[in-house]
């Protein structure tokens, strides 16, 4: 693993960073990391937000300054660092996060779904059902859940699915949209604009405000995707947790 630093992010957060690849060691590692300092909270620490090798934590600047112990002189970001480095340390997280959770998503690759389908094929020197089966044949990792609410990013794709953004992104996509970009992939929850390469289409909802949890996927969760067609599209019903 890569040697990892803490570094303030702006007066009221503070991100520990294991490194800059796309991992998924890396992602246990922040997982760990997160799921160690919820089980024994540091006082004034509000929240804990992982990304791809990173974890960062916001924090109440006068709760910190209170409950954390520090020679005269030292910033609060500074006593918060030297606690956090000190329990990281005994021991460094080893990517000792809990099996994750498998979820299977439906994906309809009809054309009025898949809108970037045959500029993929086209691009990764095959056909659309090449495309198709390459995007279902593997296991995927939720890194993060960032953007908007509820988009997750996933991967690694196949090396073969690498593609880039779009030159021009689309102005709005529809909720469940399916898309790809580099190595990952991902699904739109809400309408919004779109850069990503658009394949398929899920009818299953990812974020509702209205349910506890919100989001439907979170960091650290495995998703596969199973080919439907446009009769179930409608009627397949979703689970949540």
Same mark, same amino acid.
């Given at each position: ?7 303030? @992010?702006?007066?009221? =957060? @503070? ?10 060691? %890396?992602?246990?590692? +922040?997982?760990? !990391? ?7 909270? $540091? ?13 960062? %934590? ?9 409950? @954390?112990? &520090?020679?005269?002189? %030292? ?35 009809? *054309? ?6 045959? #500029?993929? =094929?086209?691009?990764? &020197? ?5 495309? $198709?089966? #390459? ?14 609410? &509820? ?26 949209? +399916?898309? !790809? ?8 929850? !809400? ?7 658009? $394949?398929?289409?899920? *009818? ?8 506890? *949890? ?14 439907? &067609? %446009?009769?179930?599209? =409608? ?7």
């Amino acid at each position: 693993m890569e040697p990892w630093r803490i570094y303030a @992010l702006g007066d009221r =957060a @503070l991100t520990v960073s294991f490194g800059d690849t796309l991992s998924d060691l %890396l992602s246990e590692t +922040v997982l760990s !990391l997160q799921q160690a300092l919820q089980a024994d909270p $540091i006082p004034g620490v509000e929240e804990c937000v992982p990304s791809y090798a990173t974890l960062t %934590l916001y924090y109440d600047p006068a709760v910190v300054r209170a409950s @954390l112990p &520090g020679p005269p002189g %030292l910033s609060v970001s500074e006593r918060l660092a030297s606690h956090l480095w000190q329990r990281c340390q005994q021991p460094t997280p080893t990517g000792s996060a809990s099996s994750p959770r498998l979820v299977e998503i439906p994906v309809c690759y009809e *054309p009025d779904f898949g809108l970037d389908l045959d #500029l993929v =094929a086209v691009h990764a &020197g095959m056909t659309v059902d090449e495309v $198709i089966e #390459l995007h279902l044949s593997r296991t995927y990792r939720v890194y993060l859940i960032g953007f908007v609410p &509820g988009f997750p990013y996933m991967g690694v794709t196949d090396p073969r699915l690498d593609i880039p953004r779009r030159a021009e992104p689309r102005q709005r996509v529809a909720p469940g949209s +399916v898309a !790809l970009a580099g190595r990952q992939t991902g699904i739109y929850p !809400l309408e919004t604009p779109a850069g990503w390469q658009v $394949i398929g289409r899920t *009818p299953w909802t990812l974020f509702d405000a209205k349910r506890t *949890p919100a989001c439907w996927l979170s960091a650290g969760m495995e998703v596969r995707f199973r080919r439907i &067609g %446009l009769e179930d599209f =409608a009627s397949t019903s979703q689970p949540w947790p």
